[in-house]
């Protein structure tokens, strides 16, 4: 055990965990949005002050128009195009406004109205720029280079884009790792803690999957590249968060539907709050005033802004944590889910055959380690799945099999070679057993009936012990079906093409009831169109190979696992790239939470609205106080969506899930 293994002290971790993460801010006069508003704030009180002083209208007028051009350029000419398409934006509504309270001598609300409007559009850019710098910024983690070893085993320091699948890169303490990759040799700690979001860095050793932009502790690691840098972990959230922030929710395009009537029905009212008091006598600019108040506050801004806001910050966040949400419908529908159908094999399970059971026979002279290295050096020149987990118990217990001889493989029996002298043979017992009554028969059946396969070792002929092999639960599989189970009301159903025995024997440990085993692709789909036609709104979790019917079909699917993640990308709506099942029910409880924000939002847009266009009707609303009220509505809508962006809301969403 290395000197790298002794947990770094609290201040230290923090330490590092603080220069993990780089941030890319967007600076503020980087916002065109951002410039025009600071200088039409500039030149409105640069001619405040002189209006307010009584000097001569010359001096403070320009100021004042400079002001309506620097703020209301921009919305106003967007307002022309999209009028030109037959469209009509709120935005050219407000320009209007604040012209329409100049033409009747209220020059400085106008201009207070464009301030205001402009600094509220600056607010919305920034914050929108904040929500792309959230995920953008994990490209900041990615080294721009790498210390590559050439076959010679000279090391050359090349671009990390320039590295290709199955180079080997090394990666000194305290450097960045490259690029997504398995360890070769060496051992170290590893913070992933900007990745994956591990409060402690993690023991990495032979074998160890490392992601790109994780930082390296005290140890050197040797490292085989294993994605090019274009479809590492980070690049594919990157690159998903975006396309699903160009989608857009059911929930928005609906709003948008209704706004281009909505805004028609306020210009008509507008005219009518106008015309009618104007007709019973009332004075044509007091008229004019009352009208355009009306058309400001009843403004559908803050309803606009009331949907895309939480749920692009919602993608935003589970990108952060490994999830990939497709987009934006997805990030919505998934808090709909109301019944949950989970795969086994490399769902629920790691999908890594591994000897769980090593047994003896009494009378062989041999005991546990022993048997295991006989076999493993038996099996060492074999591909087979349950070989390779042979082999690794053998590793995992620092087992050092002799080299075997004469090696043969006997397909659907198993294989043969001489190890230390004697002749071993390793594989099915129904294929190498002659004598249907022996002792092992019975145990291998016993094995098989706890859901383990059996695989027998004889050495010289006679029997020396079995091996049982079986697919282990994953640690977070019974957590994350208990949170499923009370996030959706109901225990979620295991889909599997293993036999039955080892499938009840998963689900128990999962705690999983509903069990369908001895599926083919086809029974999958046919179990989740089952759902859907009894009215269930269901997920399908699975690694996204032979589940891509199932997840294609469901009403949402999530993809769980990289061995599968092509295919995955393609097929589900979801993919979980760390192999992480407990963010699952998490992403499911955010979704939540950003249903419930976009509720809220509602309310809070139509409880301003409503206010402010009853104090117009029903009394003499000011002009400036519409104003901030229309707008602060706006801002305190976007604000409230972003809250979505905060580590603390993906804590309080795994939270809801253990509820």
């Known amino acids: 055990m290395t000197s790298t293994l002794t947990p770094p002290s609290a201040d230290a971790a923090a330490a590092t965990r603080a220069t993990a993460a780089p941030r890319r801010r967007t600076r503020l006069l980087a916002l065109p949005e951002v410039r025009w508003a600071v200088a039409a704030t500039a030149l409105f009180l640069l001619a405040l ?49 604040a012209l329409g309270a100049a033409s009747i001598g209220q020059v400085m609300d106008g201009a207070l109205l464009i301030v205001i409007f402009a600094t509220s559009g600056a607010l919305e ?27 010679d085993g000279t090391e050359q320091t090349v ?20 690029a997504d990759g398995r360890v070769l040799d060496g051992a170290s700690e590893v913070d992933q803690a900007s990745i994956t979001g591990e409060p402690l860095p993690a023991v990495k050793e032979r ?45 928005q395009l609906f709003i948008e539907k209704v706004e281009q009537r909505y805004s028609l029905g306020m210009v008509a009212a507008t005219l009518a709050v106008f015309g009618v008091p104007l007709a019973f006598g009332e004075e044509f600019s007091e008229a004019l005033l009352r009208a355009m108040t009306f058309m400001i506050v009843a403004s559908p801004c803050a309803v606009v802004l009331a949907t ?44 890594t055959p591994r000897v769980v059971d090593v047994r003896p026979l ?37 087992l050092d099999p002799p080299t075997a001889q004469d090696f043969g493989s006997a397909p659907g029996v198993g294989v043969k070679a001489v190890v230390d002298g004697r002749t071993v043979e390793v594989g099915a017992p129904a294929r190498l057993l002659d004598d249907p009554d022996h002792e092992v028969v019975a145990l291998a059946e016993e094995l098989e009936e706890s859901g383990r396969t059996a695989v027998v070792v004889v050495v010289e002929g006679t029997p020396a012990g079995l091996l049982g092999i079986a697919d282990r639960l994953r640690p977070d599989a019974a957590a994350t079906v208990a949170a499923l189970t009370t996030l959706t009301g109901t225990a979620p159903t295991l889909l599997t093409g293993d036999n039955p025995r080892a499938a009840a024997r998963l689900a128990a440990e999962a705690g999983i009831e509903d069990v369908r085993a001895g599926l083919l692709p086809q029974d999958k789909l046919a179990a989740v169109k089952e759902l859907e036609s009894a009215g269930r709104k269901a997920m399908v979790v699975g690694d996204g190979v032979n589940d ?57 847009a139509g409880v301003f609205i409503t206010g402010l266009v009853i104090w117009d009707l029903a009394g003499t609303l000011p ?30 969403a795994a939270a809801d899930g253990t509820g």
């Open 49 to 97: 002050p002189l209006q307010l002083a009584g000097a001569p209208a010359w001096t403070w007028g320009p100021l004042y128009a400079l002001a309506y051009a620097a703020g209301g350029w921009e919305p106003g000419w967007e307002g022309l195009k999209a009028l030109g398409d037959r469209t009509l934006d709120v935005d050219l509504l407000m320009v209007v406004a």
């Open 125 to 151: 850019a920034l914050a929108t720029a904040r929500t792309a710098d959230s995920v953008r910024g994990l490209l900041d983690l990615a080294p721009a280079t790498a210390t590559l070893i050439a076959a």
């Open 159 to 178: 671009p990390v884009e320039e590295l290709t699948i199955g180079d080997t890169v090394l990666v000194r303490p305290g450097e960045r790792v490259g």
């Open 207 to 251: 074998g160890d999957e490392v992601f790109a932009g994780t930082l390296n502790g005290t140890g050197a690691l040797r490292v085989r590249v294993e994605r090019d840098a274009s479809d590492s972990v980070i690049a594919r959230i990157v690159r998903m968060v975006e396309e699903a922030s160009e989608t857009k929710a059911p929930t």
């Open 308 to 351: 895309m806001p939480p749920l692009l910050s919602a993608i935003a966040n589970a990108g952060r944590h490994g999830v990939l949400v497709k987009s934006a419908v997805v990030m919505e529908r998934l808090g709909q889910v109301d019944a949950v159908a989970l795969d086994k094999t490399g769902t629920l399970t790691e999908g």
């Open 362 to 398: 009494p009378g062989s002279g041999l005991n546990e380690d022993e048997l295991l290295r006989l076999a493993a050096a038996t099996e060492h020149a074999s591909e087979h799945p349950l070989a390779r987990a042979v082999v690794d118990a053998a590793r995992d217990r620092r």
């Open 548 to 604: 891509a019917p199932a997840l294609a079909a469901a009403h949402i699917g999530v993809a769980v696992g990289r061995a599968g993640s092509d295919l995955a990308l393609e097929t589900a709506d979801a993919v979980v790239v760390r192999d992480e099942l407990a963010a699952v029910p998490t992403t499911v409880a955010l979704s939540r939470r950003a249903r419930k924000l976009v509720v809220q939002n509602l309310v809070i």
């Open 623 to 652: 002009l400036p106080l519409g104003v901030a009220g229309h707008e602060g509505s706006t801002v305190l809508v976007g604000l409230n969506g972003l809250r979505l962006l905060r580590d603390a809301a993906w804590q309080q």
